[in-house]
């Protein structure tokens, strides 16, 4: 089971911090990644972060605005997120696999899904 929080109304520039907890699993054998969506389009890629935490991925939409992080002692992944502008606007999800993904930017690369958090940037 996947469970984010941490999602809310910010206006734009301001932050806001995602978590996601993993549950009923061995969270340090799953790479994670974070996805978002807006109504009528598909979910798009935003991070990613391999078993060791050591290796991340950006979409460039985000690039230098978000940073994803994981503590496998506390089975979490978190998505800080800075700068934010109204089109970062969507229903964030946590996405995991098994190992790791061929396809970690997209989203049939991954196996279990939370059931998403509003993030919502005002201008």
């Known amino acids: 089971q996947l469970v984010e929080s941490g999602g809310g109304l910010v206006q734009a520039g301001g932050s806001l911090s995602l978590s996601c907890v993993v549950s009923?699993?061995?969270?340090?054998?799953?790479?994670m990644a974070w996805f978002r969506r807006v109504p009528e389009k598909e979910r798009e890629f935003v991070a990613s972060?391999?078993?060791?935490?050591?290796?991340?991925a950006y979409a460039d939409s985000v690039k230098g605005r978000y940073t994803i992080s994981r503590d496998n002692a506390k089975n979490t992944v978190n998505l800080e997120m800075k700068a934010l502008q109204p089109e970062d606007t969507a229903v964030y999800y946590c996405?995991?696999?098994?190992?790791?993904?061929?396809?970690?930017?997209?989203?049939?690369?991954?196996?279990?899904w939370g059931q998403g958090t509003q993030v919502t940037v005002s201008s």
């Open positions: 009923g699993r061995l969270f340090s054998s799953y790479a």
């Open positions: 972060i391999n078993l060791s935490g050591v290796n991340t």
């Open positions: 996405a995991a696999v098994p190992w790791g993904s061929l396809r970690p930017n997209l989203p049939s690369g991954y196996t279990d």
